[in-house]
């Protein structure tokens, strides 16, 4: 078994596992539950293998049936991609073992195998799309990915979620077709669908085509930023991922629109180079939305009373943070980003997996409603709490450290201003994330019955959060662990031409 | 006669563009949910034409290659990629299709505006 084939085995076993749920069994019964978590542990280990291949033996491209890669379909397994796949996995994985108990309640039994199928082929794709080199495959796994992900939402059969999955459907499209227009006029160009032969041929040739290169690449982060959500693009995402089942919510929120902003990375550093995406001026406008998007969604979710609304709106926000490390178009910017994806990953998902623990145990989901839910259900409140802090960026969390790097990164490629618009988002969020943290556990609640219970939710909820909490503070107090690797990536992605 | 004359050469390329700015359009601004999928079924047109008359040499021929005579071919690989650009814009058309007969099942109406009005009417009880 060669080292070198690891990463199409972890893609493989998702794949293979989606299809032999339907044939498998037509109850969902305890055998499909072992059968499921094996095949993502299984997925889990082979991405770790090929992580631990990476830093020990280097970066290596895998080229698809051996064809050459103008011709074949071609993987790029190096720092970058190895560890975004093992997080997207490590992740996924704590989301599933906590949606085995909480789609219970969500959808009917029968739905499970179709459920699960779905997640899957959304993890397939998430982890395609982050090893993948090749244009057009990108495209491919897009779009799964994005009938996949309103495929989850629409599964609950209310009227909202179909509501909401028809729009996020008919935005995806919109965006993933620019996405293509843009990959046409890239290949007007070189003639190449390789990212990196595109980068070759880019690098000789830009200067005689730049309005073309300019207006492909405004197709393509217009699309990707449609599909990540980016400020005044983001109109589907409140209704898509509130509405959603929570183990979805968490899967959307926390990965999926994480996924559209590596390809938004590749293309600008891997493909078109740094120096030509600054010549041509492209991360200066995204520095520009990325700002606006900080502010303006943060500024929504101080109104809202749902709280899953209220973290979806959060999001937006926080995928701002992302697009300005990336628009930086700096190595620490970058490597800010990245950490900020790895770090805002963990608290959503933390955040969206204990609101749905509220939403399973008490039916809650208004914020007013809250007051005293702390004594109640400690565990999850507490997991909620660390989560909260690290958005609000509290020092010994994750998500200070990743507004530090960013600071730093600001800083250093001399926009002071941009300062500002973190720091005044820090406080938007304190605004509307402190009061539910401090009425759950300082105010009396209104039917009290006991001083202080444990949780009363299944124990395969409640291991999966204390999990994420846990590595939210791992991440906070050590983000050596995590920083050491990821500066490893930065050079090698911005400089590859 | 000279902007005429490269309209006319680059016809593809500028209908493809038209047809990419209707459908957004009709996306964009129709409230009925058949018209927007058509919309959005318009504007996979425009991209699969355009696509694919970036692959087109003039006087090309076929792509199937004879031991015998040197024939200039077309490029086969977009219209290759477009197929399977029309195998997921079918495959999105029939998703969406669904979810419209579940929201008429839901709401009796296909329009998107009295949708929203149903709803917001429902969350001010």
Not at chain 1, 155 to 164: G, Q, V, Y
Not at chain 1, 290 to 310: C, E, P, T, V
Not at chain 1, 364 to 392: A, C, H, Q, W
């Amino acid at each position: 078994m060669s080292s070198i084939h690891f990463p199409i085995y972890s893609l493989i076993i998702l794949l293979a596992a989606a299809v032999a749920i339907p044939i498998m069994r037509k109850n969902f019964d305890g055998f499909m539950k072992t059968f499921i978590i094996a095949a993502l542990v299984g997925a889990w280990l082979f991405s770790l293998g090929s992580l631990i291949n990476v830093f020990n033996h280097g970066p290596h491209v895998y080229n698809f049936g051996s064809w050459t890669e103008t011709i074949g379909v071609q993987l790029m397994i190096d720092e970058f991609s190895a560890i975004m796949a093992f997080v997207i996995l490590t992740i996924a994985g704590l989301i599933v073992v906590y949606s085995i108990r909480d789609m219970e309640h969500e959808i009917p039994l029968q739905q499970f195998g179709s459920y699960y199928i779905l997640v899957y082929i959304l993890l397939f794709c998430m982890v395609g799309i982050t090893y993948t080199n090749d244009l057009f495959n990108m495209y491919v796994f897009m779009e799964i990915l994005s009938l996949t992900s309103c495929g989850i939402i629409s599964i609950k059969r209310k009227k909202e979620n179909f509501l909401a999955s028809f729009r996020y459907l008919m935005l995806n499209t919109i965006g993933s077709l620019s996405v293509l227009l843009g990959i046409a006029l890239l290949y007007m160009v070189t003639g190449h669908l390789n990212m990196g032969e595109v980068g070759k041929v880019i690098a000789e040739v830009w200067q005689s085509y730049p309005i073309n290169i300019l207006v492909s690449l405004g197709f393509m982060i217009t699309g990707l930023s449609i599909k990540a959500a980016l400020f005044p693009l983001h109109i589907w995402l409140p209704d898509a991922h509130s509405t959603a089942p929570t183990p979805s919510s968490a899967l959307l929120s926390g990965l999926v629109v994480k996924v559209y902003i590596f390809c938004a990375a590749k293309i600008l550093f891997r493909m078109i180079g740094q120096d030509i995406v600054i010549a041509l001026d492209v991360p200066t406008y995204i520095t520009y939305f990325a700002a606006l998007s900080m502010i303006m969604g943060s500024i929504f979710a101080i109104g809202q009373k749902d709280i899953k609304r209220l973290l979806a709106y959060s999001s937006v926000a926080q995928i701002g943070y992302i697009f300005l490390g990336l628009g930086l178009a700096t190595a620490q910017g970058f490597s800010a980003a990245l950490f900020h994806i790895i770090s805002h990953a963990l608290m959503k998902t933390g955040l969206f997996l204990s609101a749905g623990a509220i939403i399973y145990n008490k039916g809650k989901r208004d914020i007013r409603e809250l007051d005293g839910i702390g004594y109640e259900m400690p565990i999850t409140m507490g997991v909620f709490t660390i989560s909260v802090l690290g958005m609000i960026g509290i020092p010994g969390i994750n998500g200070f450290m990743s507004k530090i790097y960013l600071s730093f990164a600001v800083l250093a490629a001399d926009k002071p201003f941009f300062l500002f618009v973190i720091l005044a988002s820090s406080f938007l969020n304190a605004i509307y994330y402190l009061p539910i943290v401090i009425a759950a556990f300082l105010k009396e609640s209104k039917e009290r019955k006991n001083i202080m219970v444990l949780d009363a939710i299944p124990k395969s909820m409640i291991f999966p959060m204390v999990v994420i909490g846990v590595s939210c503070v791992i991440m906070g107090l050590f983000p050596q662990l995590v920083m050491n690797a990821i500066e490893q990536v930065a050079p090698t992605f911005l400089t590859l031409n | 006669m000279s902007i005429l004359k490269s309209i006319i050469e680059h016809i593809n390329y500028v209908a493809s563009a038209i047809l990419f700015v209707i459908g957004l359009y009709t996306v964009l601004t129709h409230s009925n949910l058949l018209k927007k999928v058509i919309g959005i079924n318009i504007i996979e047109t425009s991209i699969f034409l355009f696509f694919v008359s970036v692959g087109y040499v003039t006087g090309g021929r076929a792509p199937i290659v004879e031991a015998s005579g040197n024939h200039v071919y077309v490029n086969p690989l977009p219209s290759a990629l477009i197929l399977t650009g029309i195998v997921v814009a079918v495959s999105i058309t029939a998703y969406a299709l669904s979810l419209i007969i579940k929201l008429y099942e839901a709401y009796g109406t296909l329009d998107m505006d009295e949708i929203m009005e149903a709803r917001s009417g429902q969350t001010n009880e």
